[in-house]
């Protein structure tokens, strides 16, 4: 994979199995809270006020639907620029900034269902959502710099 | 002769203005799954920080669990911890 830095945004080229890879993201976050005791829920919705049930449930019903909101905008977004990513892509900065919330979520995502908590917890990962966790920073990894350079 | 009557005194609520007046701390708290250069990253675009001070807090956060990014009325610090929060960082609010 590699990331360009264009004056107007980024230039992505990813080979085929990775914009496929990547194309399941939103059907995957969209499952988020649709089972019981989602632990993938819990970790989407941590608390803001650790010593104030009270005003952390006004804080989630007046902000909660609209970071669900913006998250779902976000979700959309991915889904339109793999949807034209035959040869390469290039996207704005907004965009990439919206590719990187949504990797986030999904690593996020994934790692709650594999019960990782702590750093040490990585030792106890199959070696497949090991890979898919790998795969999805060196994405974040390569938007990142190429943001930054 | 007669006096006009004199308006109740209503006491200031002096806990209401104190809330309003106080400053509140923006938390962020470390997990093992976001990178640091996703965090340091976060923290540069929201807040400004320059590239050194984002690296610095989100070492801070890597290494203590927690760092405080941010501090303000507390309706600013609501609205840090809605961006933080949507960019899959967990920040908490505390006085």
């Given at each position: ?31 988020v809270?649709?089972?019981?005791a989602d632990p993938a829920a819990d970790r989407l919705a941590v ?58 979520e999904t690593r996020l995502v994934i790692a709650a269902r594999a019960g990782l908590e702590?750093?040490?917890d ?7 959502t ?20 | ?30 997990d093992p799954v ?54 899959g ?7």
């Amino acid at each position: 994979m590699t990331v360009e830095r264009r004056p107007d945004g980024l230039r992505l080229e990813m080979p085929d199995w990775m914009v496929g890879f990547l194309s399941d993201i939103p059907e995957l976050l969209a499952t988020v809270g649709t089972v019981d005791a989602d632990p993938a829920a819990d970790r989407l919705a941590v608390p803001v006020y650790l010593d104030d049930a009270e005003a952390n449930e006004d804080w989630w019903r007046w902000m909660g639907g609209e970071l669900a909101e913006s998250k779902a905008a976000d979700r959309s977004a991915f889904t339109e620029i793999l949807a034209g990513a035959e040869a390469g892509i290039d996207i704005s900065q907004l965009e990439a900034y919206a590719m990187l919330r949504v990797l986030t979520e999904t690593r996020l995502v994934i790692a709650a269902r594999a019960g990782l908590e702590i750093e040490a917890d990585y030792e106890t990962l199959d070696e497949h959502t090991l890979a898919v966790l790998n795969t999805l920073a060196l994405v974040q990894e390569s938007l990142i710099e190429a943001l930054g350079s | 002769m007669t006096t006009s009557p004199r308006a109740p005194v209503i006491e200031p609520d002096v806990e209401d203005h104190t809330d309003l007046d106080e400053i509140w701390k923006v938390v962020v708290w470390n997990d093992p799954v976001n990178l640091v250069s996703y965090v340091a990253w976060v923290l540069r675009s929201l807040f400004g920080h320059s590239k050194e001070e984002a690296m610095k807090l989100t070492m801070q956060v890597h290494n203590e669990g927690r760092a405080i990014v941010n501090d303000g009325p507390r309706e600013q610090a609501e609205m840090d911890c809605y961006r933080l929060h949507q960019h899959g960082l967990w920040a908490t609010m505390e006085t």
